[in-house]
């Protein structure tokens, strides 16, 4: 992992698709399954997170890909960033995280400060939901915006936002009626900005 010299604001991560191939691999029960996306990890912490742990919290969840390097566009923090990652294997079984690694404290500008504060996406309500859930989120300025669903494999499974969207606070209902229990991805996008966060289903 490195910072981009340009910047305060951007990390370059990368990691070794062999190595979590061999972790995703020893999880699958008698099963020798083919690894498919990552799931990529952000801690907002001062020390070493708890991986196990913080990976269970739907907002450290900052990207699904299938690529080994990511770029993250970080927000503003006081304490650092820690990064790891996870594999997802064709029978959704996600593998242990890697030990996370430290990215460094980003200082951010007020003006800077205050953009990141109004481009939010909210954790969906009720969640775990059966079948139907609200997604609230708020746009800083008026744009194109998506809003969309995907499994944990990174296909997407639903639509639900597609259009020029006012500035401002807007509720999405989502109907997973169609889907099977489990966790899903919802990714909002608008201005070149993205946040992603996961919802359980439990049918």
């Known amino acids: 992992m490195n910072r981009d010299p340009e910047t305060e604001y951007i990390f370059n991560i990368s990691w070794s698709p062999s190595s979590i191939d ?9 099963h020798t399954d083919t690894l498919v996306k990552y ?3 952000r801690v907002d912490s001062g020390t070493a997170p708890n991986e196990a742990e913080e990976m269970t919290k739907y907002y450290n969840l900052i990207e699904v890909t299938g690529d ?3 770029t993250d566009v970080t927000p503003p923090s006081e304490n650092g960033y820690w990064y790891f990652v996870t594999a997802a294997s064709r029978n959704n079984v996600e593998s242990d995280p ?5 990215g460094g404290i980003v200082v951010s ?3 800077e400060s205050e953009l990141v ?3 939010e996406l909210s954790q969906n309500y009720p969640n775990p939901f059966n079948p139907t859930t609200v997604i609230s989120f708020r746009l800083a300025e008026s744009g194109f915006t998506t809003l969309k669903v995907y499994d944990m494999l990174g296909r997407e499974v639903s639509t639900l936002l597609n259009e020029n969207m006012t ?3 807007h509720d999405v209902s989502f109907n997973g009626s169609n889907l099977s229990s489990g966790i899903y991805i ?3 996008s608008s201005k070149g900005n993205t946040i992603t966060r996961r919802m359980t289903l439990i049918k």
């Open 167 to 169: 500035s401002g606070t």
């Open 39 to 41: 799931a990529v990890y």
């Open 117 to 119: 504060k109004e481009f």
């Open 186 to 188: 919802y990714q909002l």
């Open 109 to 111: 500008t007020e003006e």
């Open 98 to 102: 890697t030990p996370a690694k430290e």
């Open 22 to 30: 061999q972790i995703t691999k020893s999880n699958v029960s008698s």
């Open 68 to 70: 080994t390097t990511f």
